[in-house]
């Protein structure tokens, strides 16, 4: 790893630390809303699932799981599942959208915190997030001038919607080919969806191999598909990963990347990404990335409120990182090293 690269691993913590402090998966729910009729089957769902929870302490990614695996033929055990259960998935989506759409501050949609991090950027650094809203890519896209853009190639957003809709074929040792862009410069990867990621869900239709990336307002629905008419359906992805790579679009492609950039990287920044013991793809994906003797030259930072997620962390790549409580005393340790290293 003779170049610098620092790859941007960002989980739900940093959404919530943003100026926006959108909710985390922790406490997702509020019962207010789930008594609107609009959520109605979502609600008579969580209720037979979970029993005696209170919906205020459910987590995002266990009721997405389980939604998952009810409406999959597997998961009901062969039988057709009951027709309640898509209402209730399409709810779902709609509650997310929802709960991870934002109002502006001052104006802005874009957050200081991320931009004092972005702006420091090298063309070759990635950004992967878990997260299904839109702060880190509003935030890319204000701080990221036109000029840079296209002097150093750096348009990670706009490369990560190409990456969605292009047709992109096998070719090279990395077994794929994006045409017009070097293969070692940086991506904008989201590896869990997003809330602007509409599919359509016909497995036989030409246009399921297509991501589309919509701006609606909330509780809009999207148009049909353009080549079978089957409503587009919001991407998504539970962390259980139950048959993703084959249902959701370029889901595969964006996950080679990820672990393809994780490994070459020479330092790893988590922010608030608490590694579930249920997102076992995930711990995979990070754990392999340091398989090999050249695993302890990696630089780690974990950004965590709760330093045990760092003990997790070690524990899990065998490497012990730098703990900082929040973005703010990271941001400030960095400015410090800059300093220093100006002389």
């Given at each position: 790893m003779s170049e610098e690269k620092t790859v941007y691993f960002l989980g739900a913590g940093a959404s919530n630390a943003s100026d926006f402090t959108l909710p985390i998966t922790d406490g997702f729910f509020r019962k207010d809303d789930l008594d609107l009729e609009n959520f109605s089957e979502l609600r008579k769902f969580i209720e037979s699932t979970f029993?005696?929870?209170l919906s205020e302490n459910l987590n995002?990614?266990?009721v997405i799981s389980h939604l998952e695996l009810s409406v999959d033929r597997f998961g009901s055990f062969g039988k057709r599942p009951d027709t309640y259960l898509y209402d209730a998935r399409e709810q779902f989506n709609q509650y997310v959208r929802m709960r991870l759409d934002y109002e502006s501050v001052e104006g802005r949609l874009?957050?200081?915190k991320f931009k004092e991090i972005f702006q420091s950027l090298n063309p070759n650094d990635t950004i992967i997030t878990l997260n299904y809203d839109l702060i880190t890519e509003n935030t890319l896209n204000a701080t990221i001038s036109h000029e840079k853009r296209a002097k150093e190639n750096h348009a990670l957003y706009t490369e990560m919607v190409q990456l969605l809709s292009l047709d992109i074929y096998c070719s090279g040792i990395l077994g794929i080919d994006v045409p017009e862009r070097k293969l070692e410069s940086g991506w904008y990867l989201k590896l869990h969806g997003s809330t602007n990621w509409y599919y359509?869900?016909?497995p036989h239709c030409l246009g399921h191999q297509i991501m589309n990336v919509l701006t609606m307002p909330v509780g809009g629905r999207p148009r049909n598909c353009n080549s079978c008419g089957s409503p587009l359906e919001m991407a998504i992805v539970p962390p259980t990963m139950n048959k993703a790579f084959?249902?959701?679009?370029?889901l595969g492609i964006i996950w080679s990347l990820a672990r393809q950039e994780l490994a070459s990287s020479t330092s790893i920044v988590f922010i608030g990404?608490?590694?579930?013991?249920?997102?076992?793809?995930?711990?995979?994906?990070v754990k392999s990335s340091f398989l090999g003797v050249k695993r302890k030259?990696?630089?780690?930072?974990?950004v965590d409120k709760c330093e045990s997620v760092a003990h997790r962390i070690a524990k899990m790549i065998g490497v012990k990182p730098v703990h900082y409580d929040n973005i703010d005393s990271y941001i400030s340790s960095r400015k410090e090293n800059k300093k220093e290293m100006n002389g």
């Amino acid at each position: 790893m003779s170049e610098e690269k620092t790859v941007y691993f960002l989980g739900a913590g940093a959404s919530n630390a943003s100026d926006f402090t959108l909710p985390i998966t922790d406490g997702f729910f509020r019962k207010d809303d789930l008594d609107l009729e609009n959520f109605s089957e979502l609600r008579k769902f969580i209720e037979s699932t979970f029993h005696g929870i209170l919906s205020e302490n459910l987590n995002l990614e266990d009721v997405i799981s389980h939604l998952e695996l009810s409406v999959d033929r597997f998961g009901s055990f062969g039988k057709r599942p009951d027709t309640y259960l898509y209402d209730a998935r399409e709810q779902f989506n709609q509650y997310v959208r929802m709960r991870l759409d934002y109002e502006s501050v001052e104006g802005r949609l874009w957050c200081p915190k991320f931009k004092e991090i972005f702006q420091s950027l090298n063309p070759n650094d990635t950004i992967i997030t878990l997260n299904y809203d839109l702060i880190t890519e509003n935030t890319l896209n204000a701080t990221i001038s036109h000029e840079k853009r296209a002097k150093e190639n750096h348009a990670l957003y706009t490369e990560m919607v190409q990456l969605l809709s292009l047709d992109i074929y096998c070719s090279g040792i990395l077994g794929i080919d994006v045409p017009e862009r070097k293969l070692e410069s940086g991506w904008y990867l989201k590896l869990h969806g997003s809330t602007n990621w509409y599919y359509c869900s016909n497995p036989h239709c030409l246009g399921h191999q297509i991501m589309n990336v919509l701006t609606m307002p909330v509780g809009g629905r999207p148009r049909n598909c353009n080549s079978c008419g089957s409503p587009l359906e919001m991407a998504i992805v539970p962390p259980t990963m139950n048959k993703a790579f084959g249902k959701y679009p370029k889901l595969g492609i964006i996950w080679s990347l990820a672990r393809q950039e994780l490994a070459s990287s020479t330092s790893i920044v988590f922010i608030g990404v608490s590694f579930r013991p249920s997102d076992y793809y995930l711990s995979w994906l990070v754990k392999s990335s340091f398989l090999g003797v050249k695993r302890k030259d990696k630089s780690v930072v974990v950004v965590d409120k709760c330093e045990s997620v760092a003990h997790r962390i070690a524990k899990m790549i065998g490497v012990k990182p730098v703990h900082y409580d929040n973005i703010d005393s990271y941001i400030s340790s960095r400015k410090e090293n800059k300093k220093e290293m100006n002389g």
